[in-house]
């Protein structure tokens, strides 16, 4: 019943093998989309060559650069993929950064700068992807982004990337309002704590992965391509009715009280 068959989907945050991103890329691919990917842009162009190598199996058919604090870059994105696709169907947005100022220490001594470099990749390139995606979405559309638990609750050395994810999940809120009359829907996955390479930037990540394994109900974390399921669902017409929602993916640790 999950077809995505004649759908086209942009993902952007595939780093490497580990990333969540890449878990929802093979997912969608499973299920029949055409896929455009992105990667960040580096001068050697270590980057790239990663991301080409992880996705190679799935043979997408534009791999772009696009640093999303680049407006040249991303406006060169969607040309591409009008000029390619002429149509799109389907936006993953799998970006977040905070620096290691942004995680530890005291939250009041966060810089100025340090915060708004977070918010400008983590937030707001959520609203500027979908300002270009919309024009594109001729037939209705999904757009699903990635948060996680310290958004809304604290969780140490979260700090800067909970504020981040808090914005995230509200611009998920206003842009599934904003878009919601043009059929676009848009929801956000709160997965579980997986090893990837962004969340190894944060302290005790071991830690609270072995506390979701003791806690949740399912006794373990999630795997990238559970979350990449729960993805496929959300951008396929099986949840036509579910928009401007935060879909926990995390083995139910969410619900518990007391752990």
């Not at 757009?143 to 700090?159: D, Q, S």
């Amino acid at each position: 019943m999950l077809d995505l068959t004649g759908k086209n989907a942009l993902v952007t945050g595939i780093a490497n093998n580990r990333s969540i991103a890449w878990g929802i890329a093979q997912q969608l691919h499973k299920a029949g989309a055409n896929l455009a990917v992105t990667y960040l842009p580096d001068e050697k162009g270590r980057f790239e060559k990663k991301v080409r190598d992880v996705v190679e199996p799935i043979n997408p058919a534009l791999i772009l650069p696009c640093n999303v604090q680049n407006e040249d870059q991303v406006e060169a994105t969607f040309k591409a993929i009008k000029d390619t696709w002429g149509k799109l169907d389907i936006v993953i947005h799998c970006l977040a950064f905070a620096d290691k100022e942004g995680l530890g220490g005291d939250f009041s001594s966060i810089s100025r700068e340090a915060f708004s470099q977070s918010l400008e990749i983590s937030t707001f390139s959520l609203g500027n992807l979908a300002k270009y995606a919309k024009p594109l979405m001729t037939e209705g559309g999904s757009m699903v982004t990635l948060t996680y638990l310290g958004g809304v609750k604290v969780i140490p050395n979260y700090n800067l990337m909970g504020v981040a994810k808090a914005g995230l999940e509200m611009s998920v809120r206003y842009l599934a309002s904003e878009l919601g009359p043009d059929n676009i829907r848009v929801n956000a996955i709160s997965a579980g704590p997986i090893r990837t390479l962004a969340s190894s930037a944060v302290g005790g990540i071991l830690d609270m992965i072995r506390h979701v394994e003791e806690v949740a109900p399912l006794k373990r974390t999630v795997t990238q391509l559970e979350v990449g399921n729960t993805a496929a669902f959300l951008c396929s017409d099986l949840s036509s009715g579910i928009t401007g929602q935060v879909i926990y993916v995390d083995a139910g640790y969410e619900i518990m009280g007391m752990g």
